[in-house]
Structures are given as structure tokens and as C-alpha cells.
């Protein structure tokens, strides 16, 4: 059994964290699960504990108790990380360094577990220069890129910027553990 950190962040993507998770957790996988305060706007952290059997961090950073200090627990004691999905904030907020989230915290305070990223976004959004070099950023750091696939997005564009389907990124979190 592996330990697996699984963020998630505020885009219309983050309904398939709750297939991520079911599909980790079932396979035997102790995931734990880290929202941010706009995906929990989009999926209810009860889902998400309800699914992983485990607490759900983040979106209660500040009121939360713990006998110890979460963020850095967490990242000391997972396999491998993984944001799915991934939006234009998250992946600007890592490249700059900034950490004023549970999410950001833990994932600056990672050691050198894998850490992949699967971003989600409207097509002008990924291919937009300043997003690509916070990815370039990323990878050159050791995060490793799951492309998003070509689709009908959410805002009704057909493009490049869908969370790939959860088997791909099962397979490209067992490919690294």
C-alpha cells in the first residue's frame, strides 16, 4: 500500500477527484486529500472523505486541530503527490514559491517524493505564455507534467486543456510509485 497526496484545486475538473480517489483508495492506496478553499466550492470535502475513508485538509486550515504541524507531516509521510486538477493559480502560485494555502504548504514542504501535475483549464488560458513558463518552472523543479487532452470544455470551446480521464492518471501515479 502506497500513501498518496492528492490535491485538488477550484476548476469544473475537480468532480473527477472523487473518481481518482474511489479508484486509489479501492486499489489499496491510503490517499489523503488536500482542497482548496475554491474546490470546495466544486466537490464537498465529505465526498472526498467519504470515498478516501481518510480527514480532508485544507479548506479548514486555520480551525482545524492537529497534536502535530499537518502541512509538514503530510508531506513526510506520502509515496508520491499529485495535483489533479491543476488550475493557472496553483501552477503560478508553486512557480513563484508562495505558500499561503494548506495545499501550497504541503507541497512546498515535499521532499523528493514524485510530484506530478495535471492541469485543467480553458485552452487560452494553458497556452497562455505566462502559464507555460510557471509549467516550465514546475518541471524544471522535478514536477512531472500529465498533459491535458483536447475537448469540449466547460466553457464550450474545443481544445486543449481537459483533465486527461482518470485511467491515465492511475496509470501515470503506478507508473512512479
Do not use: W
Not at 474511489?22 to 482548496?36: A, S
Not at 472526498?48 to 485538509?57: A, E, F, K, N, Q
Not at 509538514?72 to 505558500?99: H, Y
Amino acid at each position: 500500500m502506497s500513501r498518496i497526496l492528492l490535491g485538488v484545486t477550484g476548476s469544473i475538473a475537480a468532480y473527477k477527484a472523487a473518481d481518482l480517489t474511489h479508484r486509489l483508495t479501492k486499489d489499496g492506496h491510503q490517499v489523503d486529500v488536500v482542497l482548496t478553499r475554491s474546490a470546495a466550492e466544486f466537490i464537498t470535502p465529505l465526498t472526498l472523505h467519504t470515498l478516501s475513508g481518510r480527514p480532508v485538509y485544507g479548506y479548514n486550515q486555520f480551525t482545524d486541530n492537529y497534536d502535530d504541524v499537518r502541512h509538514i507531516t503530510l508531506a513526510r509521510d506520502v509515496d508520491i503527490a499529485i495535483i489533479a486538477p491543476a488550475t493557472a493559480n496553483i501552477i503560478g502560485k508553486l512557480a513563484s514559491g508562495l505558500a499561503d494555502d494548506h495545499l501550497t504548504t504541503v507541497f512546498t514542504a515535499l521532499r523528493n517524493q514524485p510530484r506530478l501535475i495535471a492541469p485543467a483549464m480553458n485552452t487560452y488560458m494553458y497556452e497562455n505564455p505566462i502559464v507555460q513558463q510557471n509549467l516550465a518552472k514546475l518541471l524544471a523543479t522535478g514536477f512531472e507534467l500529465i498533459e491535458p487532452t483536447e475537448a469540449l470544455l466547460a466553457c464550450g470551446d474545443i481544445g486543449k486543456g481537459a483533465l486527461p480521464p482518470v485511467e491515465t492518471i492511475v496509470q501515470r501515479i503506478y507508473a512512479r510509485l
